[in-house]
């Protein structure tokens, strides 16, 4: 392993290239206007996976888009490292506020990123984490450093819920068995304080729609007469929450984790600048459930927001309408032991029943995931702490994500393993956002550091 920083230096011009090339092609799951490029991507990993050394390559087709499986298998009796990750992307917009174009990616230096970071649609998430893997991979198969068996289990529809990844584990438990699955879609609290993620919030997340008169109205004649479902959902959304920004949900906080004063007191000791907080949002105050620091409100409490909400004339000019329709997209971060079909049905059942008489209202679920907490005594979790301190010089701080990886709950269930969230991109990154990017520095490191995770769970595993 000693040689792993002299060949990550030696080949990083090409490990750049490679990662661009893969960026450039527009993989986005939740539009079938980029089918073909989703699938073009999945046979770009699957040659990737190939090349640094895999025995077995496989596209797997599902309903939607193809899971690629790849394996080296060693030795039988040696453990088996799975790896996830997913190649699809979300979508850019709004397009107006990227400084370059989202699929033409270029190495541009920032104040936290002096050697410059990667700005493109997927930098971070998860293509740029995910083919760390895959160069760390080929380093261990070159130099013939790998110590155990791996497997890898790459996706196309991780940005729309992973559709088909639960039939693809459950018709497959047997190829994809495994002693500890490694995944890399997190981040770390900065770059001289890398962190391991613990836990990870659940999802669930609807669509709603207000429906009124048969047809839009002229406001003039029919104002203040019929009920404008564009009033009556934002009334409706403005009460999901009271004056302490708790949710107004009956049940909803029923099965909450309350993390103790001591367990709390724990992750006060992760370095965090409010006053940096609010710069890099260019916002003069924090906002939240009352009783709680930003760090917990984002991480270990749940939320509702709205991700989207439109309905009526949005055109240039003036057009003096009431629509007959009226449109939301909402999400709610859960904790653990909140289970995301049953805060699915609490929310459907309040909205539906809080719509005041001359509205019909529709709650349509979409997708969502259990939320994750792994142990921090357990040997994969040791691992991957030696792993970065051999890198970065430093113990990892423990953090739980205020992110979701819905599938990770799925895979304790059916494959009976730990996951590690070994994560390298950092909260300014700018994922799901326009202008997203993944430090140079960053994406070097976790190649460094990856092939050290197989060394000493190997070790500890024995």
């Not at 005041?356 to 691992?383: E, F, L, N, R």
């Not at 709950?409 to 990154?429: H, N, P, R, V, W």
Request: with cysteine.
């Amino acid at each position: 392993m000693k040689n792993i920083k002299s060949y990550v230096q030696e080949n990083k011009q090409r490990f750049l290239d490679e990662l661009i090339e893969l960026l450039k092609i527009p993989s986005i799951s939740a539009d079938s206007a980029y089918k073909e490029h989703t699938i073009n991507t999945a046979d770009v990993v699957a040659k990737s996976l190939k090349d640094a050394g895999c025995d077995v390559v496989e596209i797997c087709e599902t309903e939607g888009y193809p899971i690629i499986y790849a394996h080296k298998i060693i030795d039988k009796d040696l453990p088996t490292v799975l790896v996830y990750g997913h190649y699809d992307v979300q979508p850019p917009d709004p397009l107006n506020l990227w400084t370059s174009p989202p699929f033409e990616p270029v190495i541009k230096t920032t104040d936290l990123h002096p050697e410059g970071a990667i700005f493109a649609r997927g930098a971070c998430d998860d293509k740029g984490q995910m083919y760390m893997h895959v160069k760390a991979m080929e380093f261990m198969t070159k130099n013939n450093t790998l110590p155990c068996n791996v497997k890898f289990m790459i996706e196309g529809e991780e940005e729309v819920g992973s559709v088909n990844l639960g039939k693809f584990v459950k018709q497959n438990q047997d190829k994809l068995s495994n002693d500890v699955i490694l995944i890399s879609d997190t981040g770390m609290i900065a770059q001289d304080t890398p962190s391991i993620t613990t836990g990870l919030r659940g999802l669930s997340y609807v669509e709603v729609e207000v429906t009124g008169p048969n047809r839009d109205l002229h406001s003039g004649l029919y104002g203040g007469a019929v009920a404008n479902p564009i009033n009556v959902l934002t009334k409706m959304i403005a009460s999901l929450h009271d004056d302490n920004n708790h949710i107004t949900i009956p049940g909803f906080y029923d099965n909450v984790e309350e993390l103790s004063l001591d367990e709390r007191a724990q992750m006060a000791k992760a370095p965090f600048s409010l006053d940096k907080y609010k710069a890099a949002l260019d916002i003069d105050a924090v906002y939240g459930e009352e009783g709680y620091t930003t760090n917990e409100r984002n991480s270990i409490r749940p939320t509702l927001d709205v991700n989207g909400i439109w309905g009526g004339y949005t055109g240039e000019g003036a057009k003096t309408v009431i629509a007959s329709q009226a449109f939301a997209k909402i999400s709610m971060r859960l904790v653990p032991n909140q289970d995301w079909e049953n805060i699915t049905d609490l929310f459907k059942n309040h909205f539906e029943s809080i719509a005041p008489k001359g509205v019909k209202v529709k709650v349509t679920p979409h997708h969502g995931g259990q939320g994750y907490v792994t142990p921090i005594d357990s040997i994969g979790y040791q691992a991957a702490s030696k792993a970065y301190q051999e890198t970065f010089g430093k113990t990892p701080i423990p953090q739980r994500s205020g992110g979701s990886i819905p599938i990770v709950a799925l895979f304790e269930q059916e494959l009976k393993s730990k996951t590690i969230l070994m994560g390298f991109g950092l909260d300014s990154d700018a994922i799901h956002s326009p202008n997203e990017h993944f430090g140079v520095w960053n994406y070097l490191k976790g190649i460094e550091t990856i092939p050290y995770f197989y060394k000493y769970f190997t070790e500890m595993h024995k």
